[in-house]
C-alpha cells in the first residue's frame, strides 16, 4: 500500500528548501552582476575598437558616442554630415548604470583619438563595479 507524506514531512522538505533558497539567491543575484558588469565594460572596450578601425579602413574621422542608453558609431562623410555605421543598446538596457557619459570620442583617420581628455567610465549593477578608463590617444583598459 502506498504511503504519503504526513504534513509534518511536508513542512520540513519546505522549510529546508526556503533555506537553501535565502542562502543560494543572494550569491546568484551578485554573480549575475558582477557578469553584466564585465560584460557591458567590454562592449564599450569592443565600441572603442571598432571606432577606431573604422577610421582607419574608411580614412575618415570616426565619432563614437557612448552613453547610458546608447553607443553609436558614425562616420564623417562630409563636413557636418555623418552616416550611423553602427548602434546598439547601452547598459541601461540591462539595469547597469554608466557614469562618465554621455561622451562623444572622434577618432582620427589615423585611429588616434582628439578632442579627448583621459576619461573614466563606471559601469554599476547592485554591489558589482567595473570602471573603463580611456588614454587622450584613445588606448583603452579595464583595471
Same mark, same amino acid.
Given at each position: 500500500?502506498?504511503?504519503?507524506?504526513? !504534513?509534518?514531512?511536508?513542512?520540513?522538505? !519546505?522549510?529546508?528548501?526556503? &533555506?537553501?533558497?535565502?542562502?543560494?539567491?543572494?550569491?546568484?543575484?551578485?554573480?549575475?552582476?558582477?557578469? %553584466?558588469?564585465?560584460?557591458?565594460?567590454?562592449?564599450?572596450?569592443?565600441?572603442?575598437?571598432?571606432?577606431?578601425?573604422?577610421?582607419?579602413?574608411?580614412?575618415?574621422?570616426?565619432? %563614437?558616442?557612448?552613453?547610458?542608453?546608447?553607443?553609436?558609431?558614425?562616420?564623417?562623410?562630409?563636413?557636418?554630415?555623418?552616416? *550611423?555605421?553602427?548602434?546598439?543598446?547601452?547598459?541601461?538596457?540591462?539595469?547597469?548604470?554608466?557614469?562618465?557619459?554621455?561622451?562623444?570620442?572622434?577618432?582620427?583617420?589615423?585611429?588616434?583619438?582628439?578632442? !579627448?581628455?583621459? &576619461? *573614466?567610465?563606471? !559601469?554599476?549593477?547592485?554591489? &558589482?563595479?567595473?570602471?573603463?578608463?580611456?588614454?587622450?590617444?584613445?588606448?583603452?583598459?579595464?583595471?
Amino acid at each position: 500500500m502506498p504511503r504519503g507524506a504526513t !504534513l509534518l514531512e511536508l513542512l520540513l522538505a !519546505l522549510t529546508l528548501l526556503a &533555506a537553501v533558497l535565502a542562502i543560494t539567491l543572494p550569491a546568484a543575484r551578485d554573480s549575475r552582476d558582477r557578469l %553584466l558588469a564585465r560584460h557591458w565594460a567590454a562592449t564599450v572596450v569592443a565600441a572603442h575598437s571598432r571606432a577606431r578601425h573604422t577610421a582607419l579602413a574608411e580614412q575618415r574621422v570616426a565619432l %563614437l558616442t557612448v552613453s547610458a542608453d546608447s553607443l553609436v558609431l558614425r562616420a564623417v562623410v562630409a563636413p557636418g554630415d555623418t552616416q *550611423t555605421r553602427w548602434r546598439t543598446g547601452g547598459p541601461l538596457l540591462d539595469g547597469v548604470t554608466l557614469t562618465g557619459g554621455p561622451r562623444t570620442i572622434a577618432f582620427a583617420p589615423s585611429g588616434v583619438a582628439f578632442g !579627448l581628455a583621459n &576619461a *573614466t567610465y563606471t !559601469l554599476r549593477r547592485g554591489s &558589482a563595479l567595473k570602471q573603463v578608463i580611456v588614454s587622450r590617444y584613445g588606448r583603452v583598459r579595464v583595471p
